[in-house]
């Protein structure tokens, strides 16, 4: 039987799958964007599970995956928001994270699991996900969101990061590998989810939507 | 969070995650459900929203047709009542000249047929004025609105007076017509319906708008009521009111001052002079 850990490594690829099969008919930046960071995580989850790289003290790839994921997702809300105002801020929040991030690896310190980079990453993403779905109430553009990619896009992340939050928080408290890897089957989970709803979201951006200009009050 | 991690045991470490997790997800899940469902109403509101927008939008431009074909309708029935008959009666008086060659009849028909032919001049000229006063188009809206009041407190009934603080550039031609075609309408209303004894206009400019104001001591309109007149069947000049005020981009407003003494009503127009 399939671990749950390869299955949710493979998902990574059910994204990429479907944007290759409508290749053709999508136009849309943030898919293409979600298509190279799909590669990107599975090549990187790959060597983790080669180097068994888990063993937190070591794992400078999950660092520098925290902070490609982090500019990916901010990079895709950044085309989906409308609000300019909030743009601008993500733009600001997203300097001082890569700043952070600098700062880490000039110091060395990028070799250590850091709880306080993926919280800020998390805090973050969430927000503006639900920033993001503020705006849709506020300002609605189409009678069913769930007809929209942009809404899958923000469910998936939104459930990825909230379901893996605490993980990510507590994760240099947790003990023995067995236990840590244990408590990594939460994020595996929300992985897999993410991944579905990524899929769902390049379906609808292939198919044409209508949108009601005029209710963009 | 730090502080979080500081304060937890490891026993309470995996409490907390499995417990945080399973918190924050049904959270989300709440969250996603109910936007789900309060997006849809809030949409289908905005959509009825601008339905009735659209209805309403309707009603003026039928209003606006139905307005255009009785004005049709009054010249097409001035000329046929009145200038039909009286050139009639005038070929009458030349076809009597050709037949009787008496000259002092010939004469006298003569001088009738020219009185006749004076008649309708006037006629004409009447049914012209009404249709774009000259006063208006050669000396500007201060003087056509002046000119409309004078002939208002001329008839005896109310006293209209109106005063113009800040005019001394003119405004485009077609905002012109449109301001003097609704202060036209203001004040026919208010003399149809209102039994007033005054009818004061004030005009003056402020922040890029020109701003008209009427009062008048009869019985008027509230901003609820013209609304609610808007939108029914009824009030034919209150819709051509609504179309024109659309049409200048401005906006007006009804309302009854506090002493409920006398009624005012308010045109915004952005103000757009005349290269002239």
């Known amino acids: 039987m399939p671990k749950l850990e390869d299955i949710s490594v493979y998902f990574d690829l059910l994204p990429v799958l479907v944007i290759l099969l409508f290749f053709r008919r999508i136009k849309i930046v943030p898919i293409w964007v979600i298509f190279l960071f799909c590669i990107y995580s599975f090549i990187n989850n790959q060597v983790i599970i080669y180097r ?166 | 969070m730090i502080i979080l991690q500081l304060t937890t045991s490891a026993s309470d470490t995996r409490w907390t995650i499995l417990l945080g997790t399973v918190v924050v997800l049904a959270l989300v899940l709440t969250i996603i459900v109910f936007v789900i469902f309060y997006q849809q109403r809030v949409y289908r509101f905005n959509k009825k929203l601008q339905q009735v927008e659209e209805e309403k939008q309707q009603a003026m431009l039928n209003a606006s047709i139905r307005f255009q074909e009785e004005e049709r309708q009054r010249i097409a029935a001035d000329l046929h009542d009145d200038a039909g008959p009286l050139l009639a009666t005038i070929r009458l008086y030349l076809n009597e000249n050709l037949i009787n060659q008496d000259p002092p009849t010939q004469l006298q028909s003569i001088y009738n047929a020219k009185q006749l032919i004076d008649d309708a001049i006037q006629l004409i000229r009447n049914i012209s004025h009404s249709l774009m006063p000259p006063t208006l188009k050669n000396f500007g809206l201060e003087s056509a609105v002046n000119d409309l009041f004078q002939k208002i407190t001329g008839s005896g009934s109310v006293h209209a007076s109106a005063r113009f603080h800040d005019y001394k550039m003119r405004l485009k031609v077609e905002q012109e017509s449109l301001v003097f075609r609704i202060v036209q309408e203001l004040v026919n209303n208010v003399i149809k319906h209102s039994n007033a004894g005054f009818i004061h206009l004030t005009q003056n400019i402020s922040n890029g708008s020109m701003f008209f104001r009427l009062h008048h001591d009869g019985v008027g309109l509230v901003q609820a009521e013209f609304e609610k007149l808007n939108h029914s069947a009824l009030g034919l000049g209150l819709k051509n009111i609504s179309s024109r005020t659309k049409v200048l981009n401005g906006s007006i407003f009804f309302e009854i001052d506090a002493n409920k003494t006398y009624y005012k009503v308010t045109l915004e127009v952005p103000v757009d002079y005349s290269k002239g």
Request: charged letters at 15%; aromatic letters at 18%; a positive charge.
């Open chain 1, 52 to 217: 068994d790289d888990r063993a937190l003290s070591i794992s400078d790839n999950l660092q520098y995956f925290t902070l490609f994921e982090y500019l990916t997702f901010a990079t895709v809300i950044y085309f989906l928001l409308r609000n300019k105002l909030a743009k601008l801020l993500l733009i600001g929040f997203s300097l001082g994270f890569v700043i952070f991030c600098i700062v880490k690896i000039s110091a060395g310190k990028m070799k250590h699991f850091d709880s306080i980079q993926t919280s800020y990453e998390s805090i973050i993403i969430i927000s503006y996900c639900l920033f993001f779905l503020a705006e849709q109430i506020f300002n609605p553009q189409i009678e069913f969101i769930y007809n929209s990619y942009k809404f899958w896009l923000i469910v998936g992340m939104l459930i990825y990061l909230a379901g893996a939050f605490f993980v990510f928080a507590f994760a240099t408290q947790l003990g023995e590998k067995e236990e840590r890897d244990n408590f990594w089957k939460i994020m595996f989970v929300c992985n897999i989810i993410k991944n579905l709803l990524f899929s769902i979201a390049v379906w609808l951006s292939s198919k044409p939507i209508k949108e009601n200009k005029k209710l963009a009050l």
